[in-house]
């Protein structure tokens, strides 16, 4: 039986340190407290319940693309995070780089969402 490693044994980032490191393609995990939300997150028995991918970093700071009511929408990094809750972000990252593809079809699909 394996355990969850507790809180304390989490690596730690400061938000900075965490928007300098992503990267396009970049998928980031928080929990924000709006009641469809909350749902899922007591549904699916995890901690996490919004998700954003990083479309852009060219600029001051990220851009992410997320699933909104009712529609998708894009904004900064910062505005998607001042939402959350409990302080918690997690960010799962490609194995390699995108391709220029793969950011073609990244990019294709979020303009028509």
Request: proline letters at 4%; hydrophobic letters at 40%.
């Amino acid at each position: 039986m394996s355990s969850s490693p507790s809180l304390e044994a989490l690596p730690f980032t400061d938000t900075q340190t965490l928007t300098n490191q992503l990267e396009i393609g970049d998928i980031v995990f928080i929990f924000i407290n709006f009641l469809p939300f909350r749902k899922i997150a007591r549904n699916t028995g995890s901690w996490t319940n919004h998700v954003c991918i990083v479309i852009d970093t060219s600029g001051i700071e990220p851009i992410i693309a997320e699933s909104t009511f009712p529609f998708s929408s894009i904004t900064t990094f910062s505005k998607f995070i001042k939402r959350l809750r409990y302080g918690r972000i997690a960010v799962c990252k490609l194995n390699s780089s995108i391709t220029i593809q793969c950011y073609d079809a990244l990019r294709h699909a979020v303009q028509k969402r």
